[in-house]
Nanobody, 127 residues
Framework: QVQLVESGGGLVQAGGSLSLSCAAS????????MGWFRHSPGEGREFVAW????????RYADSVKGRVTISRDNAKNTLYLQMSSLKPDDTAVYYC????????????????????WGQGTQVTVSA
């Protein structure tokens, strides 16, 4: 089992920045790919970003590209998401996810490929 706990959400004005963290515990040695997804009212779960275990490969949704950076510290078992130039459309509950296998960039945006999920952290961007 792998437990994921997100933190860092909150209320921010449009144009502001926010950094999210996701602490992993349990069988962290079995975690390969990790990603961030978000879920806003009236929308389905949306892919945000993905990072490989080696941290050398990343992928971003077009909607956040250039404004978001995903990173991970394997020694600390922590995943990060740095967000800037935030927009009201970024308002959502953000979830981190972990896969017990290596995902290719091509399929990293598919939520069903991930095995474990955190409980989510709310990000609200005011206009």
């Amino acid at each position: 089992q792998v437990q994921l706990v997100e933190s860092g959400g909150g209320l921010v004005q449009a144009g502001g920045s926010l950094s999210l963290s996701c602490a992993a515990s349990g069988r962290t040695g079995s975690v390969w790919s990790m990603g961030w997804f978000r879920h806003s009212p009236g929308e389905g779960r949306e892919f945000v970003a993905w990072i490989s275990r080696s941290t050398t490969s990343t992928r971003y949704a077009d909607s956040v590209k250039g404004r978001v950076t995903i990173s991970r510290d394997n020694a600390k078992n922590t995943l990060y998401l740095q967000m800037s130039s935030l927009k009201p459309d970024d308002t959502a509950v953000y979830y981190c996810a972990a896969a017990l296998k290596s995902l290719s960039r091509l399929i990293a945006d598919q939520s069903l490929r991930y095995d474990y999920w955190g409980q989510g952290t709310q990000v609200t961007v005011s206009a």
